[in-house]
């Protein structure tokens, strides 16, 4: 019974907070209130049951599907920087010439320990035009309809750089010393150690990274929410959570903003896996 009673608390904590709401959530999006009459007196609103026609209007939403290609092009933008620098970074740390290590190790991984909503705030007094020191450089609007975006990326990649950059590293460091020295006697540079024999033996720990970040940048929704007061340029839908976050308390539709949620989930779920599937032979040789 020891492993038994040893589960039994990740067990109930999985229930109560995972599978519950999930089941909960997939109750609420195959029902719906119907009015009858004018909906005034006791039995007018009634919950009944409409099979996927929720799932069916979440599908035909264009609201949903533009805030979708806005999240690609954001999260496109988001992976390809965060990650790349989260590489150089972990690269440059692991270097044979690395100057204070340990220093540069808790700058570049400080942000991750800021809250994302905090970090929004920072930013966006920053961005604001009457506040920013970076608008008596540039003179950008960096809140404006066609920046506004990189100016979100830019708080994603702040925040996230350190984590990815500490899994890096840390697989970095598990590789046996003999590797670069036995490479260095044979006349190979620093750049050519990184490429040849760093970067192919960290394949799976970046194959692992990216699909942290497609799942986190598809569920945005801190960023562009913290931002949204300080412009009109982000509307209340910019991003598929956003949409669900509208229906569900502010107009009060829960029955699609659970069969929006579902799809949300459908999506990630596919195109992480996708990605791992496309890359399994190459990172971890499964056919």
Same mark, same amino acid.
């Given at each position: 019974?020891? *492993? &038994?009673?040893?589960?039994?608390? /990740?067990?109930? !904590?999985?229930?109560? %907070? =995972?599978? +519950? $709401? ?88 400080? *942000? &991750?320990?800021?809250?994302?909503? /905090?970090?929004? !705030?920072?930013?966006? %007094? =920053?961005? +604001? $035009? ?158």
């Amino acid at each position: 019974m020891a *492993p &038994y009673l040893i589960l039994t608390p /990740a067990i109930v !904590l999985f229930v109560l %907070f =995972l599978a +519950l $709401p999930i089941g909960y959530t997939a109750y609420l999006a195959m029902r719906r209130t119907r009015v009858s009459g004018l909906g005034l007196g006791k039995g007018a609103r009634r919950e009944v049951f409409v099979g996927f026609d929720n799932f069916a209007a979440a599908l035909s939403d264009g609201e949903l599907w533009a805030g979708w290609l806005r999240v690609i092009g954001y999260g496109a933008l988001v992976l390809v920087v965060m990650l790349g620098l989260a590489l150089l970074f972990a690269l440059l740390l692991d270097s044979a010439r690395v100057r204070l290590a340990r220093f540069s190790r808790i700058a570049i991984f400080l *942000p &991750y320990a800021v809250p994302g909503v /905090a970090a929004s !705030l920072l930013w966006g %007094f =920053l961005y +604001l $035009p009457s506040l920013s020191p970076i608008r008596a450089i540039l003179d950008v609007d960096l809140l404006s309809a066609t920046t506004v975006t990189y100016s979100m990326a830019n708080v994603a990649v702040w925040g996230g750089v350190g984590f990815n950059m500490l899994v890096l590293y840390t697989t970095l460091r598990a590789i046996p010393r003999d590797y670069y020295e036995a490479a260095r006697l044979d006349g190979a540079s620093e750049l050519q150690i990184a490429l040849r024999i760093k970067i192919p033996i960290l394949l799976p720990a970046i194959i692992l990274t990216t699909v942290f970040s497609i799942i986190a940048t598809i569920q945005v929704f801190t960023e562009p929410t913290t931002l949204r007061p300080l412009t009109n340029t982000i509307s209340s839908t910019w991003s598929p959570l956003m949409k669900v976050y509208r229906d569900a308390f502010v107009t009060g539709d829960l029955y699609s903003a659970a069969a929006t949620s579902i799809v949300i989930a459908a999506i990630s779920l596919v195109l992480s896996f996708g990605f791992l599937r496309v890359v399994r032979d190459r990172a971890f040789g499964e056919g």
